[in-house]
């Protein structure tokens, strides 16, 4: 069917009426531009949002306490309490389908006051005090020497892990970091390994800008014993923490003497929860995408069909002495048929291309300029190009389907008698 | 070559109806080149296009070189088209956006035949009837004169068994109408089956046979002395 003189035949057609030609395929080529750039969008938007997440364990809850709501066994309501170390334990033998169960405190913070110094330089960092399984939730890449171990914790060594942003405002160039000490809160510090998030996105220079040191050690060393400030917990894979968080609660509110209805005493924020929520919200997207950018297919198409209908039409006499010269009525419907295909497939690949192009400058504006707030990396999957390839060639066809019809119609003396 | 047997069509235009064609007999043997008059609306193009195949009678028979002509699927009729009948116009109905050799070719792609040997078929042709300088010209390139030519040389490129001019010197002056009609003879000559519908009698006149139409019935035929067209150019 597609041989070489019926190629030339429909080159021939669509070159005898260039500007109708690029007109018709300009429907197409902007319905294929705006499907593509708009799955583009809505992914780079997910992207974005899904990184401000990080890559933290997606199956994890932090946990933390706000006081009591109600009064329970004698205790009054808007009581205060901590969590402790053996919190934790109590929650790691009780509860098997818990992965890690991390304690962590912090000092400092966003835009706080300068806590750290070494030597003339000083800076404002965060400093947590960690367990070695929160760089499994937390996954980083140590640069230089190790992350906090459980003899650091069961020691309580004054050690630290310091992040890129940390060297940057405390050493000079090409000066050994490994080894040396910075002063946090007036206490000495030995640095024992450096670290930068993986792949990280949005907020790094937040994460770059972090101290780690051994929990116990900030306990003992900022005064707070064996308090745990919030803990991260992850689930065991294939077990949501979302289903299990209710039993952590119950041993928590037991352990601390909280009324079991108080939903109030015990704050959290469940990762898995949010981030599935987060993926409903970008199917939906998606869908609306596709739906939106198939519509403006579509009126391409139907631009395209009543195109061919016009040409049909014109050439109805043309059509009447090809049947008179031997042409069969297939023979003209498969002629229009690739014509509406070539046309629909030739500005489609145009289409494609040139969203193609519109989101590597998209790409490009974003790297110059750096992470921008909730949108990273647009782009669209072979499975997205190729679907829209397949609308592409059905709606070819489809859109030739009625021209192709209304062209072998009518008798050839009458397509003769046409003016 | 050709057999009709009380041939009959009428048009129906809402209720009205027009019996154009009340039963048409007539026979034209191979080799004859056989004209048709008759005055505006006698049903001439009518009875032309029902040979052609283009139109189908009512009632009537129609045998083509022993094939019945009757109730074809379009697909049978234009083959039956493509193989045995030529066609030539008043307007010449060249494909405008063809050359003159792509436009002669023409049939010949509907034979599936290969690309070069349609070129050389056709322009063996666009030699025959003189133009074989202008074969990469686009017919409003050409004058009247060869447009009717390169339609000629269509119209023999899948060498047809009758060809079917409907008044092929209606758009032409006179001269140059001679100069058409001295190529019909010079293929008429070679064998050629050739029916000619007109209006002017001495163009009627170089043909070997007059068929009067009127009112949808012959009302003569009959053979008259062939007047060379090459006498006048
Ligand atoms: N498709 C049609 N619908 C209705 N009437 C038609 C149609 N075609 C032809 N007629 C009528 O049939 C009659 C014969 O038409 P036809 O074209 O055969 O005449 P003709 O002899 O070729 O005339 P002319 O010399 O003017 O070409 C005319 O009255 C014409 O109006
Ligand atoms: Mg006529």
Known sequence: MFNKDRWSEIIEALNANKFRTFLTAFGVFWGIFIFVVL???????????????????????????????????????GRYFNYKLDDVAALKS????????????????????????RGTKTGAFEIYGDYP????????????????????????????????????????????????????????????????????????????????????????????????????????????????KQQVFDLMKSRHTVAPDDDRAIGHWDLSEQFARMNGLFIILTVVGYF??????????????????????????????????????????????????????????????????????????????????????????????????IILVVSGLLAGLIPANSATKMKPVDALRIE | MIQIKDLHKSYHMGSNSLHVL????????????????????????????ILGMLDEADTGQYILDGFPIKNLNEKVAAKYRNEFLGFIFQSFNLINYKSALDNVALPLYYQNIKRKERIEKAEH??????????????????????????AIARALASDPKVLLADEPTGALDTKTSYEVMELIQGINDEGKTILVVTHENDIANMTKRIVNLKDGVIIDDSTVEQVRASQYV
Request: hydrophobic content about 40%.
């Open chain 1, 133 to 244: 399984e929160y760089i499994k939730q937390q996954p980083m890449d140590i640069l230089q020497g190790r992350f906090v171990s459980y003899s650091d914790i069961n020691s309580k060594r004054k050690v630290c892990v310091i992040g890129t942003d940390v060297i940057k405002s405390l050493y000079d160039k090409d000066e050994e970091v490994l080894g040396s000490y910075v002063k946090i809160n007036g206490v000495n510090f030995m640095v024992v390994g450096t670290f930068k998030m993986s792949n990280s996105q949005g907020d790094n220079e937040q994460d770059a800008n972090t101290i780690y040191i051994p929990f116990t050690t900030f306990g003992q060393a900022f005064n707070r014993g064996d308090r745990v400030g919030w803990m991260a917990i992850t689930a065991v894979d294939g077990v949501p923490i979302t289903s299990i």
């Open chain 1, 39 to 77: 799955l583009a969008l809505t992914n780079g938007l997910k992207n974005g949002v899904m990184s401000d997440f990080g890559d933290f364990a997606t199956n994890s809850m932090f946990m933390w306490t706000q006081g009591t709501s109600k009064p329970y066994k004698g205790l009054p309501k």
């Open chain 1, 94 to 117: 009780e509860i098997p389908n818990l992965k890690y169960v991390s304690p962590r405190n912090q000092l400092g913070g966003f835009q706080g006051a300068n806590n750290v110094i």
């Open chain 2, 22 to 49: 009340k039963g048409i007999n007539f026979e034209v043997k191979e080799g004859e080149l056989v004209s048709i008059m008759g005055s505006s609306g006698s049903g001439k193009s009518t009875l032309l296009n």
């Open chain 1, 292 to 389: 939106v950018g198939a519509l403006v297919l579509m009126s391409g198409i139907i631009g395209i069909s009543n195109i061919m209908l016009i040409v049909v039409k014109e050439r109805t006499k043309e059509i009447g002495v090809r049947r008179a010269l031997g042409a069969s009525p297939w023979t003209i419907k498969g002629q229009i048929l690739q014509e509406s295909l070539i046309l629909t497939i030739l500005s489609g690949m145009v289409g494609i291309s040139f969203s193609a192009f519109v989101i590597w400058v998209l790409n490009y504006l974003l790297d110059m300029s750096g992470p921008v707030d909730s949108f990273a990396n647009p782009s669209v999957s072979m499975t997205v190009v190729f679907t829209a390839l």
């Open chain 2, 125 to 150: 042709y666009l030699e025959k009837v003189g133009l074989a300088q202008w074969s990469h010209h686009l017919p409003s390139e050409l004058s009247g004169g060869q447009k009717q030519r390169v």
